[in-house]
């Protein structure tokens, strides 16, 4: 059976974000979540290298600690995973604005970065994921209505103070930000765009046509001509394989890719 958290999703598309839902992510959590509160950031203190390298450990948990370990993870391209409807063991003890009950009334975003701010790990925030970062804990306050103070830093929400480091951002700065995009008073995200150089269009679920079919035949699925889950489902594994931002939807990237076939 699902839990509750099944909206994510949505929310995060409605406000112009890349999602990725993986697999079982409705009917995976540690049992299901009370009355979401707020949002609490995470980094993952995961490789240097790739997009979303933690997308495991978040899903499957550690030998300390079964997963899932956060509802979301964030990768460097601004990509949302969706991991997660159900309670995730991501907060731990602690307080934030007098909530204590961490793992069942906050949503966990874990967001791809060592944790180095000097030395030869060290990780500079992609501006992408920053931006989506901000975006996503907004899409997220405005759906529970809930104001900008309820998402804070892990670093902010542990107890005894000091317990957690993560993220290393400003967070008083973050809720300004997200703050400004709850009001509306921030700049719109970018988008991906509608066709590439070659006047290909992207295409998404819905979509219809001989195109459709082109890229059907190249992924190795019947053409239909229609896209429609299996064929999204058939596009994040082919964007998967092939190094791509797994978000189900053949845009100028993953059409590079498929000419190049």
Same mark, same amino acid.
Request: one cysteine or more; hydrophobic letters at 40%.
């Given at each position: 059976?699902? &839990?509750?958290?099944? /909206?994510?999703?949505?929310?995060?598309?409605?406000?112009?974000?890349?999602?990725?839902?993986?697999?079982? /992510?409705?009917?995976?959590?540690?049992? #299901?979540?009370?009355?979401?509160?707020?949002?609490?950031?995470?980094?993952?203190?995961?490789?240097?290298?790739?997009? !979303?390298?933690?997308?495991?450990?978040?899903?499957?948990?550690?030998? #300390?600690?079964?997963?899932?370990?956060?509802?979301?993870?964030?990768?460097?391209? @601004? =990509?949302?995973?969706?991991?997660?409807?159900?309670?995730? &063991?991501?907060?731990?003890?602690?307080? /934030?604005?007098?909530?204590?009950?961490?793992?069942?009334? &906050?949503?966990?975003?874990?967001?791809?970065? =060592?944790?180095?701010?000097?030395?030869?790990?060290?990780?500079? /925030?992609?501006?992408?994921?920053?931006?989506?970062?901000?975006?996503?804990?907004?899409?997220?306050?405005?759906?529970?209505?809930?104001?900008?103070?309820?998402?804070?830093?892990?670093?902010?929400?542990?107890?005894? !103070?000091?317990?957690?480091?993560?993220?290393?951002?400003?967070?008083?700065?973050?809720?300004?930000?997200?703050?400004?995009? !709850?009001?509306? =008073?921030?700049?719109?995200?970018?988008?991906?765009?509608?066709?590439?150089?070659? @006047?290909?269009?992207?295409?998404?679920?819905?979509? =219809?046509?001989?195109?459709?079919?082109?890229?059907?035949?190249?992924?190795?699925?019947?053409?239909?001509?229609? &896209?429609?889950?299996?064929?999204?489902?058939?596009?994040?594994?082919?964007?998967?394989?092939?190094?791509?931002?797994?978000?189900?939807?053949?845009?100028?990237?993953?059409?590079?890719?498929?000419?190049? !076939?």
């Amino acid at each position: 059976m699902a &839990f509750s958290l099944t /909206w994510l999703p949505q929310v995060l598309l409605d406000a112009g974000l890349k999602v990725a839902e993986q697999p079982g /992510w409705k009917t995976r959590g540690h049992g #299901d979540m009370a009355t979401v509160k707020g949002v609490i950031c995470h980094h993952t203190v995961g490789s240097k290298n790739g997009n !979303m390298p933690s997308l495991g450990v978040v899903t499957n948990g550690r030998p #300390d600690l079964p997963g899932p370990l956060a509802q979301l993870c964030l990768g460097r391209d @601004g =990509t949302y995973f969706v991991v997660a409807a159900g309670r995730c &063991f991501h907060a731990g003890p602690g307080n /934030w604005q007098g909530v204590t009950a961490g793992n069942s009334s &906050f949503i966990g975003i874990e967001a791809e970065n =060592t944790g180095r701010t000097t030395g030869p790990l060290a990780d500079p /925030w992609p501006a992408v994921q920053l931006d989506a970062y901000r975006r996503g804990a907004a899409a997220i306050l405005k759906k529970i209505r809930a104001n900008a103070i309820m998402c804070c830093g892990h670093k902010e929400y542990a107890l005894p !103070m000091g317990r957690k480091p993560d993220p290393t951002l400003d967070m008083a700065d973050f809720r300004q930000q997200v703050s400004a995009i !709850m009001a509306g =008073t921030a700049p719109n995200p970018s988008v991906i765009p509608g066709t590439d150089a070659e @006047g290909r269009p992207t295409l998404r679920r819905g979509a =219809t046509g001989e195109l459709v079919k082109e890229v059907q035949r190249k992924i190795g699925i019947a053409a239909s001509g229609v &896209f429609d889950a299996l064929m999204e489902a058939a596009v994040r594994k082919f964007q998967r394989d092939h190094d791509l931002v797994p978000d189900g939807i053949v845009g100028p990237r993953s059409w590079a890719t498929l000419a190049a !076939m």
